[in-house]
């Protein structure tokens, strides 16, 4: 199974700020990767699939970028409402994986 | 537009089954595979299984293995769920989701006696 280490954990912004987390992978994934905001009480919700393809509505705010075993997403000018917990999705190989979730806090 | 309906929380007593459904409209049910994801609480998600409701074909994580069965039902465009021998690690929040794109809103199974 491919593992997906995604970091950090938990991070702390102020409105404004820009945020990077990272996945990193334990084998290359051809970009096959896809990031997700949940908030609480709701389902994933899809924002960027295949490295950096932002699903359609989605803020630019929003990207992604990597290769090979290695992905970063960020949010530039974190807003109240990305208040969240993000997951990145390996969908290169089966069993498909999850990183354990950053949980996005303001500062 | 894609929607996934699933049906609502459920109590169960450990030892016992639970079949939850997620039915689907908005798109061609037969034409995309459906994923079954577990969120334990506070924790990130597991990938259980898929299935691709025009051939029932499934694919499975070895973990749940022998805990999950999937079926469709193609006339009602609804994919099903059963989880067998429950045990209190199995309390979750269990979504369905068309390829990873679109979610359920999910349910909650609760193990107790």
């Known amino acids: 199974d491919i593992q997906m280490t995604q970091s950090p954990p938990s991070l702390s912004a102020s409105l404004g700020d820009k945020v990077t987390i990272t996945c990193q992978t334990s084998q290359n994934i051809n970009k096959y990767i896809a990031w997700y905001q949940q908030k609480p009480g709701k389902a994933p919700r899809l924002l960027i699939g295949?490295?950096?393809r932002l699903v359609s509505g989605i803020p630019s705010r929003f990207s992604g970028s990597g290769s090979g075993r290695d992905y970063s997403f960020s949010i530039s000018n974190v807003e109240s409402e990305d208040i969240a917990s993000y997951y990145c999705?390996?969908?290169?190989?089966?069993?498909?994986?999850f990183g354990g979730g950053t949980k996005l806090e303001l500062k | 537009q894609v929607k996934l309906l699933q049906s609502g929380a459920a109590l169960v007593k450990p030892g016992a089954s639970v079949k939850m459904s997620c039915k689907a409209s908005?798109?061609?049910?037969?034409?995309?595979?459906v994923s079954w994801v577990k969120q334990s609480h506070g924790k990130s998600l597991e990938w259980i299984g898929e299935?691709?409701?025009?051939?029932?074909?499934?694919n499975f994580n070895e973990k749940f293995k022998g805990k999950a069965t999937l079926t469709v039902d193609k006339s009602t465009s609804t994919a099903y769920m059963e989880l067998s021998r429950l045990t209190s690690e199995d309390s979750a929040i269990y979504y369905c989701t068309q390829w990873f794109a679109y979610w359920g809103q999910g349910t909650l199974v609760t193990v107790s006696s």
């Open positions: 908005g798109y061609t049910f037969t034409d995309y595979w």
């Open positions: 299935i691709y409701p025009n051939s029932g074909a499934t």
């Open positions: 295949f490295t950096s």
């Open positions: 999705l390996q969908y290169d190989n089966s069993p498909w994986t």
